[in-house]
């Protein structure tokens, strides 16, 4: 057996050693490759898990760190495993040109097979969805809701104060179980894409769970299987492509994006058949209007007293809210009217569904 030199070690201890940092090594290329497919990959994992470059002098500290590590991988694992998205960003579709195709699509499928009628969107809630996310809490949906409004200049800037106008044509499926009204081709898909993209960052830096793992698609459904889970012992597996044949290649027309809205998949829908929106972005020149009204909004006080009073300020913030939101629904209907008011025949339509819309609003109750 060698001897060991004054302050060395003998060849088994370095053994040891060595053996120890190559688990510790390998430890750490195991967790690289293990935290790729995580959403929040944009996360520094090495200083996040306490990992270094520099050799572990202290032996036991490494273990620690590495069973630390380990349990936060497990933690992460099961967050993104329980990721359920209860909410939304949706471009609402308001071209009553588009509606109108949309449901004589519907009727003609309904009127070759009745059993589909369960299965269509319902009227009011057609609609593009940019990006889905997780909210479990009011605090959480506050951090959308600032999450959204930091999305506004971003569009500003992409879209360079013009209009984003999206045509629809064609019809295609996914998997024959979800039925949509394509996006034509053209110089509007980038910007769509880097809008998409910008809102993904945004709500992912604010720690929210949001995106989806398959690539962004941008697409407007009309009907979906699992809307009726009876279909299927009544042997409707998939979407017959004969059903909608006449309209493979129809154009529904043109929709101009003005508007981006944070909703809920679960709350229940106002009345006029579309979703419960926490909170909503004008973009395009119709931001011009909004800057317009909001002039003749009052500045709040802060309500200091004696120091500052966080009940207060949340009380301002939320009464502030309020009259934005009264603000951007007077935009949301000048806006839908003026798209629409060249159309023929829907004139008394609009007036009558705008009422309905103005007085439903406030409706948050779950379905």
């Not at 966080?310 to 939101?325: F, H, I, M, Q, T």
Request: proline share 4%; hydrophobic share 30%; with cysteine.
């Amino acid at each position: 057996m060698e001897r060991a030199g004054a302050g060395g070690i003998n060849s088994s201890e370095y053994e040891n050693v060595s053996r120890k940092k190559e688990i510790s090594e390998e430890f750490e290329a195991n967790t690289m490759d293990s935290l790729v497919d995580v959403p929040f990959a944009t996360i520094d994992i090495k200083d996040d898990c306490r990992i270094t470059d520099v050799p572990q002098i202290n032996l036991e500290t490494s273990e620690e760190n590495e069973w630390i590590c380990k349990d936060q991988i497990k933690k992460r694992k099961k967050k993104h495993k329980d990721y359920q998205p209860n909410y939304f960003l949706s471009i609402p579709i308001t071209n009553k040109e588009i509606t109108r195709g949309i449901k004589n699509l519907q009727n003609a499928i309904i009127q070759q097979d009745k059993r589909l009628a369960k299965a269509m969107t319902n009227d009011g809630s057609f609609h593009v969805t940019l990006l889905v996310m997780q909210l479990l809490n009011d605090d959480e949906i506050n951090i959308g809701i600032d999450a959204l409004l930091e999305l506004k200049p971003f569009i500003e800037e992409i879209t360079q104060g013009k209009h984003l106008t999206l045509p629809f044509q064609g019809i295609d499926t996914f998997g024959n179980q979800i039925g949509f009204v394509r996006l034509a081709e053209g110089d509007h898909i980038n910007p769509l894409l880097e809008i998409a993209e910008a809102a993904k960052r945004i709500f992912q830096e604010k720690g929210i769970l949001a995106g989806e793992s398959r690539s962004f698609k941008p697409h407007l459904t009309f009907m979906k299987l699992s809307k009726a889970p009876g279909l299927r012992r009544k042997g409707v597996k998939k979407i017959d492509p004969k059903l909608y044949e006449k309209f493979i290649s129809h154009r529904f027309g043109e929709e101009m994006v003005h508007r981006i809205d944070l909703c809920s998949m679960l709350k229940k829908k106002q009345s006029n058949g579309y979703y419960h929106c926490e909170s909503s972005i004008v973009i395009g020149e119709s931001s011009t209007i909004l800057q317009s009204y909001r002039k003749d909004i009052p500045s709040w006080p802060s309500g200091d007293k004696n120091g500052s009073e966080p009940d207060d300020a949340e009380l301002v913030r939320l009464s502030k809210r309020l009259v934005e939101n009264a603000v951007l629904k007077a935009v949301q209907q000048y806006l839908e009217e003026t798209q629409n008011k060249n159309k023929p025949g829907d004139g008394i339509s609009v007036k009558t569904e705008e009422a309905d819309r103005n007085g439903t609003d406030s409706d948050n109750h779950r379905k």
